[in-house]
DNA sequence: AGCTCAAGTCAACGGGCGTGGACATATAAA
DNA sequence: TTTATATGTCCACGCCCGTTGACTTGAGCT
């Protein structure tokens, strides 16, 4: 083969990148490191020169990850419309497509032992504490737990299993059921909402 | 090795024994036939003759949990408190550990490329359809899938990501928001409950 | 130009995997 | 008791995996 342009830095994040677009399609197990050195265009050997491993490359990429979550201004009050869109896939901006991204990134590759630790981690860090921190009032991560299972179910639902039973009829009724979920999940008070 | 007692029948079903409670605690992937064997005091070949393949094996363990779903004379009525139940892992009668650990037997190895035709089948023939058929009123699939979700997040926090802050505070509460929010979600209509 | 070292490639290893064919043995019929 | 067949074991093949060490080549400095 004739050997690359040598640009570390760039070469890093071109693996980043591939490993990011599979690791998000096929599960950590599902992914081997010969593919995504082959979609970067360069040698298996650099997994390990650049990351020590391939639970480093994981991890890096997660870590990577970071801090986009929930960073497009959302508030306690825009916080159920937004999970609304994520769990809905209506974009209404091109942030909501990484944050999504995000999430099945991380639910794709959490049954699998070596990544097991690695996601769960980066769940509570990056997705989990985020969401208890926006919303006030007691018990807020198990609060922030009950919407994110809605979220998480749902999108299990719709990319994993198939299923989309959610976009059969019209998606506004969706919408506006998910919506009074995730404010009922939310809200202070155990019954319906109650400012 | 001293070759053990000549029972196919019985052989049989303690591979699949083995085999269920192997796919259930890992992944699809995450298991070997070896182990499975191993845990049946049986030599690996026999896999291939009994079940054709490793993915014919993962079938037959699905197909033998078939009908279990959902057994328990649940109604209706009853339909969101045994939904909670399963959410929240308390266990009212035997029954209900069958159910969840078919419910987490499908969900753990939901993204496995070779398990998730079969994985998906599965899905929704045992346990989707049966709760849409359950309840009455306009779109039950949809309903029935927002259900679900709650049911398949809760189910991913506690028992994969080893989160549980539903149990940090009192389980009460907990359950009675649970219950609040699967009546809502299998409601006929968008707000609330409307009898 | 020549030198040097980081950057990248190559080949191979040890191991686990699912699978198939050849062989052994317990059971049941003759 | 002999025979036949279902039942189970053993062995090895081919494949893919993550990882390593030795080699090659490009870029930057003097």
Sequence with gaps: MSPRVKNAAATREAMLASAGRRFLQESYENVGLRDIAGDA???????????????????????????????????????PAWLTCLATRVHRQEDDRQDLERLLLILRSASSPKAARIVNDSFRENVLSPVANLIDGDDPEMRASLALSLLIGSTILRTIMEVDAFSTCDVD???????????SALAQAPNGEAA
Tied chains: 1, 2.
């Design 41 to 79: 265009g360069v040698d298996v050997a650099l997994v390990s020169r650049y990351f020590g491993s391939k639970e480093g490359l994981f991890r890096e990429v997660l870590r990577g990850a970071k801090g986009e979550w929930l960073d497009a201004g959302v508030t306690r009050e825009t916080l």
């Design 173 to 183: 009724p969706v919408r506006e059921r998910m919506l009074a979920l995730f404010e």
